[in-house]
């Protein structure tokens, strides 16, 4: 192989491996977010549901910008992610649909969480503020009998307010006011302690 082709094939692959880095996505995790998951019952019978509440606290000393929850983040169908992951005593898979169409992102979706202050998320959309997951709150999730482990994750590492603003007006340009808003929010992940959840048979 002579010298030119050599340092060809050099630089194509330094470029698939810079390629790879830079489209590998970042995840921050900062400390100073601290997420609490309880439920209002340890153990229910078969065929009850299980309710639950989240709350978010800021035990650093800054202020840090978040996104509440919006329509689709619990699916994953757009950012921030508000979803559970839930290790169940017999494993299954449940599909969940819904509609795809997703309202827009508004100026009072963004939280400012000041230092040592706490907010439940689902208390701003979802009065008195119990959980609402759609795996959650349907009965075939917790259709066994067992121990049910389960955790919260809370995810904005996206950088681009595209993934954030729904299926409505995605193409217009960006109110000024929410790219504002945008530049401010902390793009971390978090992720909750874990709770067990125990269902017995009548």
Do not use: W
């Amino acid at each position: 192989m002579n010298n030119k082709l050599l340092y060809s094939c050099k630089l194509s692959a330094c470029f698939v491996v810079m390629s790879s880095l830079a489209i590998k996505p970042q995840v921050h995790n900062n400390p100073d977010l601290v997420c609490t998951l309880t439920a209002e019952q340890s153990v229910i019978k078969l065929g009850d549901i299980p309710k639950f509440r989240l709350n978010i606290t800021n035990k650093g000393n800054k202020t840090i910008y978040l996104v509440n929850v919006l329509d689709g983040s619990g699916m994953k169908q757009r950012m921030p992610y508000y979803y559970f992951t839930i290790e169940k005593p017999k494993p299954d898979t449940i599909l969940f649909t819904r509609c795809k169409l997703m309202n827009p992102l508004k100026k009072e979706d963004f939280i400012q969480l000041e230092p040592n202050q706490s907010i439940n998320p689902y208390a701003v959309n979802h009065q008195p503020g119990l959980v609402y997951d759609h795996a959650l709150s349907q009965k075939e999730t917790f259709r066994n009998s067992g121990i049910y482990k389960i955790n919260f994750h809370y995810d904005a590492t996206a950088t681009d307010i595209k993934q954030f603003m729904g299926t409505i007006d995605t193409e217009n340009k960006v109110d000024i006011l929410l790219m504002d808003l945008f530049k401010r929010i902390d793009h971390y992940s978090l992720t909750s302690n874990t709770i067990e959840i125990k269902v017995i048979s009548e």
